[in-house]
Nanobody, 124 residues
Framework: QLQLVESGGGLVQPGGSLRLSCTAPESLDYYCIGWFRQGPGKEREGVSS????????FYSDSVKGRFTISVDNAKNAVYLQMNGLNPEDTAVYYCAGGFVCSAYSLPAGAFHHWGQGTQVTVSS
């Protein structure tokens, strides 16, 4: 069972930035790592994904141009750099692990390992 741990959430003002981290005790080399979020009263939304070893990242339209996903092989971590945050980005953010990455979609059903989530609150 892949154990994923998110960190980096917090309270930030509109227009601000945060960087979320997703790490695991075992190698992520063979995994597609996705970031999902669920805001209050909203359905879970796929935000971004990337294969740890190769491939083109995916971004949802709601975050394209503001968020950047990246891989740190040395630290066995995946980061989600979030810039230009607005209140609509307020949510619990989860990282998840699967075996198939797509550059065109991010279906939650393709991910079988989930972290506990980290809260991101954008408010003045």
């Amino acid at each position: 069972q892949l154990q994923l741990v998110e960190s980096g959430g917090g309270l930030v003002q509109p227009g601000g930035s945060l960087r979320l981290s997703c790490t695991a005790p075992e190698s992520l080399d063979y995994y597609c790592i996705g970031w999902f979020r669920q805001g209050p009263g909203k359905e879970r939304e796929g935000v971004s994904s990337i294969h740890f070893s190769q491939g083109t990242p995916f971004y949802s339209d709601s975050v394209k141009g503001r968020f950047t996903i990246s891989v740190d092989n040395a630290k066995n971590a995946v980061y989600l750099q979030m810039n230009g945050l607005n209140p609509e980005d307020t949510a619990v953010y989860y990282c998840a692990g699967g075996f198939v990455c797509s550059a065109y979609s991010l279906p939650a059903g393709a991910f079988h390992h989930w972290g506990q989530g980290t809260q991101v609150t954008v408010s003045s």
